[in-house]
């Protein structure tokens, strides 16, 4: 398994849980390059918190649902990857 890091403007969105205007986005793929699309999570550079795309790539808060399933994804993916690496 390959680990892809990849960068890329996005619209401008505000973070549903700071306010800050974000129009960039890095992501974390296991097995393709990533670019941001509907459903997706991230995280907000200024606060660290969490949120999914829409439709149009804006911002919103996460479902219950989303938010376990995003932390259950961070943590398989630092699990898998991170062995004998300091993460």
Known sequence: MTIHIGSGR???SK???CGETLSAATGIAKD??????PGNF????Y???LAVFTEGLELRFP??????????TVKELF????KGHNV
């Open 79 to 82: 699990e898998t990857e991170g």
């Open 47 to 49: 606060c660290g918190g």
């Open 32 to 37: 393709e390059i990533p670019v941001p699309e």
């Open 42 to 45: 991230t995280f907000c550079a």
């Open 10 to 12: 996005m619209p401008e």
């Open 63 to 72: 479902t219950q649902q989303e938010r376990e399933a995003a932390f259950r």
């Open 15 to 17: 973070c549903p849980s």
